[in-house]
């Protein structure tokens, strides 16, 4: 089975600018969150997605938003973008709870100058 | 909020030696799951623990929960080189996994 893909997995860009990734989960499962990882705040919680409804949100700005689509794939959206969004954006899947294993993707790495 | 501490946040040991770290919350944990993050990479999940009191095993790396289901540790026996990454543990709150700061270990043969 292919494991979780991410895309793009290098991104640049400039503060006030947009951003989508992607991240396709592993074929069977339902449940897709996403996680920021910096060097100072470590692994953060932003939004899981199942059945294209978000069904749990961290403590992120609304600049923040994602959605899912019903082959289950997902975007995460990052808007006006600042300086401190520089991070590695990580898409985990599960098969249906989200309280099952999480199979993380390689990630995102965005930087913004 | 929520908060899982880990300590220690980084530990260099010579190749054999043992090692092990923590992880504590004050308040109780629903379960504990550990992951593995090898410089570069991404997590990759180790294992789940539910059960108060619980250990488990997998070859040389030792995982307890707590009686209290407030503390949590990993326990690697004469590490190797290959053992070298950033330890997280993460607590579940519904979908959500609140992870601690981790542990950055490094090995040296």
Known sequence: KAGVTQTPRYLIKTRGQQVTLSCSPISGHRSVSWYQQTPGQGLQFLFEYFSETQRNKGNFPGRFSGRQFSNSRSEMNVSTLELGDSALYLCASSYMTGRETQYFGPGTRLLVL | ?109
């Open chain 2, 1 to 109: 909020g929520q908060q899982v501490m880990q300590i220690p946040q980084y530990q260099h040991v010579q190749e054999g030696e043992d090692f092990t770290t923590y992880c504590n919350s004050s308040t109780t944990l629903s379960n504990i799951q550990w992951y593995k993050q090898r410089p570069g990479g991404h997590p990759v999940f180790l294992i789940q623990l539910v059960k108060s009191g619980e250990v488990k095993k997998q070859k040389r790396l030792t995982f307890q929960f707590g009686e209290a289901k407030k503390n949590s540790s990993l326990h690697i026996t004469a590490t190797q080189t290959t053992d070298v990454g950033t330890y997280f543990c993460a607590d579940q709150a519904g979908t959500a996994l609140i992870f601690g700061k981790g542990t950055t270990l490094s090995v040296s043969s």
